[in-house]
């Protein structure tokens, strides 16, 4: 058996962490750390399906929250005509049926936009991303029917078989094990035939192209998969909070997503997870101080990228800048 690297057991150890230290704040009467380590891991997944595409195939998509909102909707929107009228109960609280509407809309507006956007290169494809973020943004927020600008309050989360999700353990368990399989799909594409062609792609498009690769269709195949991922990350948001609103598409939301690829190192499997978990904890601590929180946070961005190569995670094995 292959033996871990030091990187392999810096994964290992916050994985570990992340698994056993939530549940046990919780077993010792502390809600609250449960239910943000919770946030945290939802992120993480979108983060990570942001890095397939952003870090890996170097497709910087400033739209990328959309798919988050768009899962969360689809969430959301069945089970508000349960409670006043529209759909049967069966199909508006089974949880099965929520989630194949999340993933599916989320993956099919991954298709459409993905098409357009990927005939673009560099600040055009993300200019045209946002766009078509901002699009879906202003239709959810023009939709009176379901809350407007106000948002959508869930009044029942999704019904699943063995999990109930009105339990915040259970809640936790069901989205850590998601970002490990989301973390384990994204290492396994990679590092296969297709993965290898889509980071050559990232490196020298024209030379996969006279090899006689098609890497549009293999950049838009990891889109595709990258919205799927990020629309899952979003039914678990709406089962998370139980609310769900535009502000979740917009774009500064799809810049946090991009922030955390980055601050934790991009084309790496643990990267996205450390710049959720940095992001999450500098919110809770300097928002507590100040309502410019950003402010700080935006500094320590730009020292990471300019002393530390890799990110956080690129600080953890001791890599500086060159290095």
Not at 123 to 142: E, G, N
Not at 181 to 187: C, S, W
């Amino acid at each position: 058996m292959k033996s871990l690297d030091r990187t392999g057991w810096i994964t290992v150890g916050v994985m570990l962490l992340l698994g056993v230290l939530p549940p046990f704040f919780y077993w010792i009467g502390n809600e609250f750390y449960l239910l943000l380590a919770t946030r945290l891991v939802i992120l993480a997944i979108a983060a990570v399906s942001l890095n397939l595409i952003l870090g890996y195939g170097g497709m910087a998509s400033f739209g990328h929250a959309a798919f988050v909102g768009i899962g969360a909707y689809a969430m959301g929107i069945p089970v508000y005509h349960e409670f006043y009228g529209g759909f049967s109960a069966a199909a508006s609280t089974n949880g099965l049926f929520q989630l194949a509407l999340s993933v599916g809309l989320s993956a099919l507006f991954a298709l459409i936009t993905g098409a357009i956007s990927l005939r673009t290169r560099g600040v055009y494809f993300i200019m045209i991303t946002m766009a078509f973020a901002q699009m879906v943004f202003y239709l959810f927020q023009s939709l009176d029917e379901y809350g407007g600008d106000d948002g959508l309050v869930i009044e029942m989360r999704s019904e699943l078989p063995w999990i109930n999700l009105d339990n915040p353990l259970q809640m936790y368990l069901l989205a850590f094990l998601s970002l490990v399989l989301a973390m384990g799909a994204v290492h396994m594409i990679v590092n296969s035939r297709f993965g290898m062609v889509l980071r050559g792609a990232k490196g020298n498009d024209e030379r996969l192209i006279t090899l006689g690769f098609n890497t549009y269709l293999y950049r838009l195949t990891a889109y595709v998969i990258a919205g799927a991922i990020c629309g899952y990350a979003g039914w678990l948001m709406a089962n998370f909070s139980t609310f769900v609103s535009p502000s979740m598409l917009g774009w500064s939301r799809s810049g946090e997503l991009m922030f955390m690829v980055i601050l934790g190192g991009a084309a790496t499997a643990l990267g996205p997870v450390l710049g959720a978990a940095a992001f999450i904890l500098i919110e809770e601590i300097l928002s507590s101080f100040t309502v410019y929180w950003h402010l700080p946070f935006g500094l320590m961005l730009i020292g990471v990228v300019l002393f530390a190569r890799g990110g956080l995670l690129g600080m953890l094995q001791g890599r500086g800048p060159g290095k």
